[in-house]
């Protein structure tokens, strides 16, 4: 296995990070250590949990992990879904966002079926 650097999903998911980042900046204060914490809670447990499935060579237990994963990039969009239903955030930013968090679901669904395929 690679340095997790080197994996495509952790560059996609630091890109996530870097943006949501930025989004976040322009909720409400009411909503900062409420909606906004929880979305970047998940998120950055979204790289760690990636961080942890690279380090793991236990193949029942990295597809264990990429689960869990799944779940927070799951719970991610729901957070984001919630913040555009309330006006945080534009339509431009919500289909932004969306296909980040699409495209490092699929880059997890990669990872599993090769994993599974091992």
């Given at each position: 296995?690679?340095?997790v ?34 979305i970047?809670?998940a ?7 990636i961080?942890v ?6 193949k029942q237990r ?10 927070e ?6 957070l ?35 994993c599974?395929?091992?």
């Amino acid at each position: 296995m690679t340095d997790v650097e080197g994996l495509v999903i952790y560059k996609q998911f630091l890109d996530l990070i870097y943006y949501t980042e930025n989004i976040l900046l322009k909720y409400p204060k009411s909503e900062r250590f409420a909606l906004a914490n929880e979305i970047k809670t998940a998120t950055y447990q979204g790289m760690r949990t990636i961080i942890v499935a690279q380090k793991t060579y236990n193949k029942q237990r990295r597809l264990e992990i990429l689960n869990n994963l799944d779940v927070e990039l799951k719970m991610i969009k729901v957070l984001v879904r919630v913040s555009h239903k309330k006006k945080y955030i534009s339509n431009g930013n919500y289909a932004a966002w969306s296909k980040k968090i699409t495209d490092n679901a699929n880059l997890l669904g990669g990872w599993i079926n090769s994993c599974l395929k091992q």
